[in-house]
């Protein structure tokens, strides 16, 4: 249970951060477009692992681990499924690190320096 609990609290601190980075560069360059950029290249980063089509050595989510198994399971997973199941997976899988980074972008674009 301690494991599940610490994996969670690594998801929401990874997008946390990649969200206050974000949310302090917009506020930053004052263009919501440079938000919307880093929005999307996250999410479409998370989706490259999510598929296979990146392995994320270095993450510190278990989620995210580069073995060989892992890499195997994902490209099944991507061969077996319809595109609307791999989106609920996706989405379900990535709820805890999407909702830090939203939670933390907002709070990047309120900090006052």
């Known amino acids: 249970m301690a494991d599940i609990a610490e994996e969670a609290v690594?998801?929401?601190?990874?997008?946390?951060?990649?969200?206050?980075?974000?949310?302090y560069a917009t506020k930053k360059t004052?263009?919501?477009?440079?938000?919307?950029?880093?929005?999307?290249?996250?999410?479409?980063?998370?989706?490259?692992?999510?598929n296979g089509d990146y392995l994320a050595t270095w993450s510190p989510l278990l989620k995210d681990d580069a073995s060989f198994p892992q890499h195997?399971?994902?490209k099944a997973r991507k061969e077996a499924f319809s595109t609307n199941r791999r989106v609920e997976d996706f989405t379900k899988e990535?709820?805890?690190?999407?909702?830090?980074?939203?939670?933390?972008y907002f709070l990047g674009q309120s900090i006052q320096m």
Request: hydrophobic content about 55%.
């Open 94 to 104: 990535n709820f805890l690190v999407f909702s830090g980074f939203s939670g933390a």
């Open 72 to 74: 195997m399971k994902r």
């Open 10 to 23: 690594k998801e929401v601190i990874f997008g946390g951060l990649a969200g206050l980075a974000a949310g």
């Open 30 to 50: 004052g263009s919501q477009l440079v938000g919307l950029t880093l929005g999307v290249g996250f999410v479409a980063f998370r989706a490259a692992i999510f």
